[in-house]
């Protein structure tokens, strides 16, 4: 457990309970956390698996490269109509999330496997033969 989340979750107001269930699934999977772009990220062997946040209308969890994923269960949502690679999964309720807890780990466990076999998207393909990040340098 990473204190860093700790802190988040006793600032957070909405979603905390789901959050909070959404975490020990994570942590069960043997994954790392760490707080990015201000929200409880979880890796594997460095690479982003799922990052969770709590929003108006849902707790959301986002898969980095859920558009890899074998979605057999018909749930992930494409988060906006730009969107490439990452993958939604909502809740409203802790109920949705223990019920779904099978599911969502073997989903977890299929994200690792993407990372270890090193597949990319089109779109990382595409970034990473793009002119800007070839010209771009970091000092």
């Known amino acids: 457990m990473n204190p860093k989340v700790d802190i988040y ?4 107001k909405k979603w905390r309970e789901e959050i909070e269930k959404l975490r020990m699934i994570f942590l069960d999977c043997q ?14 062997q460095k690479k982003n698996i799922v990052l969770m946040m709590g929003l108006k209308e849902h707790c959301a969890l986002l898969f980095f490269k859920g558009a890899l994923l074998k979605d ?7 988060p906006g109509e ?3 690679v990452g993958r939604q999964l ?4 802790v109920r949705e999330i223990v019920e779904m807890k099978t599911v969502l780990k073997a989903y977890i466990y299929q ?3 993407v990372e270890k076999a090193g597949f990319e998207s089109e779109f990382e393909k595409r970034l990473q033969n ?6 771009f340098k970091i000092n």
């Open 9 to 12: 979750l006793a600032k957070a």
């Open 31 to 44: 994954l790392t956390e760490e707080l990015k772009r201000s929200k409880p990220c979880y890796t594997f």
């Open 72 to 78: 057999a269960n018909g749930i992930l949502i494409k």
């Open 82 to 84: 730009n969107t490439e």
């Open 90 to 93: 909502r809740f409203t309720n």
């Open 111 to 113: 994200a690792i496997e």
């Open 130 to 135: 793009s002119k800007f990040l070839k010209n």
